[in-house]
């Protein structure tokens, strides 16, 4: 009996845009597992997997409050950008900011429990499921200080609300610096910060990867520790904020960019609604 349905062979397309031959064989060839098959696909030279596997269809928005050394920031998630853009929906994602400013949340089960008005999040949210007809979901909550906080709301469309929201911890004041840092953490979508805190599973899992990599694409024995670290710096440069090129100035790295201001980030969180 096959270990994956048919459900599952598009439910991998829709996650890598890969083609459904190519992924029913990756499920065959491991056992029906979803993110094994995601590897494989990206061994065999599906290109682009890796980001596509991240995407999602749902909706939502990102709401944020700066004030000097202090960043708070809120993902409400929906099903529909009519209800994403709705002024109800809107209210609502203020009134849950407000709330995990006023509770000091920093993360969002505590924002979920606490009361508000007799009521807890959570239940003001289950209400407004039934009112508004829609799933509506906090998963994210951000609460970030340093000497300077930087913020930066993204809308991917003029008619609907911010989707993406980036707070930047600075160790020191710099409105440009940290608006332009913040600003391509938007852009760019970096994971971590520093190549520290990529827990040595994934690097691991990186280097695997780029091993069987080279070896599908026979490259020659001998080449392969200097092919197989140069990927995995590339892993790097992709996800670890400070490695990334700067993106109004690619010849320029991140790090560069904050040692000739005088200052570094300290902490950042990104958030992309419906994610």
Known sequence: MAAYTAADVKALRDKTGAGMLDCKNALVETGGDVEKAIELLRIKGQKGVAKRADRDASNGLVAVHTDGGLGVMVQLNCETDFVAKSEGFVALAQQVL????????????????????????????????ATMGEKILVPNVARIEGAFV?????????????????????????ETVGKDVAMHAAAMSPIYLTRDEV???????????????????????????????????????DNVLLEQPFAK????????LLAEAGVQVTAFARFRAGA
């Open 98 to 129: 407000d709330q995990a400013i006023a509770v000091k949340a920093t993360d969002a089960e505590a924002l979920l429990a606490s009361e508000l008005d007799g009521k807890t999040v959570q239940a003001i949210l289950d209400q407004a499921n």
């Open 150 to 174: 930087a913020s930066y709301l993204h809308r991917t469309a003029t008619d609907l609300p911010p989707t993406i929201g980036v707070l930047v911890a600075l160790d020191g004041v710099n």
């Open 199 to 237: 827990p040595a599973e994934k690097v691991e899992s990186e280097r695997r990867i780029a091993e069987e990599t080279a070896r599908e694409e026979k490259k020659p024995e001998a080449a392969l520790p200097k092919i197989i670290e140069g990927r995995v710096n590339s892993f790097f440069k």
């Open 249 to 256: 100035d690619p010849k320029t790295t991140i790090t560069k």
